[in-house]
DNA sequence: CTATAAGATTCATTTAAAATGCATCTTATG
DNA sequence: CATAAGATGCATTTTAAATGAATCTTATAG
């Protein structure tokens, strides 16, 4: 049960760019050399984003890498929807290539379809300026709830 | 965001175990026709459930698998928990190995942990004998909460 | 109008994990 | 002792993800 590293830097990207004062701008050179990451990887991940319409991107001199919306108008679930690539938890999740013959008469399918929303209403609860600890709605965070326990 | 075939067919394994008439007892091979996987990868599948302790297994002629406990006492979210091999969501929920420079003010992670926590919560709902549509609990299942929807 | 700094796009390669296959060992029954 | 079962270890294949490299496009400065 893993998120892939695209979706990890993702989010990353978007934590970055949101917490740079105005104007906001960064080059994706920098936000690689900052994570030490594959600059080619991060092209892919930017490019994505842009393309879901999260960033914006301005070519040429001067140009880099924008929030399209303010941090508080970008929900991590959404992100994540938008950004993993295979969220069929299981083979039976996707129908055209279902080979599992328990498919007619197991409620293992339905019960992790409900543990799958569960956890993207968790997510939907939160927006990139939580993650970025922006101070918007940071108290929800300092919650019990929202600290990190050993699964 | 997918669990691994091997979880999957784990969870097979066990809804077909569950589904036997008494003594409940049947061959590796039999449920590898059943499904039509391959039966080396079963193999090991039924190793790692008599491993934690999910199914017994008896050697020799008229051998075979068999539940360890009745099927409403085994929960689905123990028998994911400790079949999946990587529940690391992302690369800083390992601490060893994390390389992001984020980690110290950022409230992602905290908000991917209880994402994770509310998703096994789900599973600790359930027992296996919900999963095989036994009767116990199927009324449960039957609430507008189980029913697939699209994400 | 040219040099340069940026992102966009495409194709190829590498890596790592998962899945699969094969051979051999152990155990139990008739 | 023959056979039917699971157990184990090693090798191979497959797949998706990650990475790398080359080229194209766009914008700005001078």
Redesign the interface.
């Known amino acids: ?3 892939t ?1 695209f ?2 830097l993702s ?2 990207l978007l ?2 760019l949101a917490r740079l004062p105005e104007p906001g701008l960064a080059t994706i050179s920098e936000i690689a050399d ?3 990451i594959s600059r080619n990887h991060l092209v892919k991940v930017a490019n994505s984003l842009a393309n879901q319409g999260f960033i914006m991107s301005t070519r040429g001199k001067g140009g880099g890498l924008q929030l399209a919306r303010p941090a508080y108008a970008i929900g ?1 679930g959404e992100v ?2 938008r950004t ?1 690539q ?6 039976c999740f996707d129908i055209p290539s279902n ?4 498919i007619r ?19 939907d609860k ?1 927006t990139l300026a ?4 922006l101070g918007v709605n ?1 108290e929800l ?1 300092s919650l019990p ?5 050993l ?1």
């Open positions: 049960m893993q998120l590293q979706t990890d989010l990353r934590i970055y900052y994570h030490q991590l994540v929807r993993e295979n969220m069929n938890l299981v083979e080979q599992c013959r328990l008469n197991c409620f293992l399918k339905a019960t992790l379809y409900e543990a799958q929303r569960a956890f993207m209403s968790v997510l939160y939580d993650a970025a600890n940071a965070l709830t929202a600290t990190p326990p699964t």
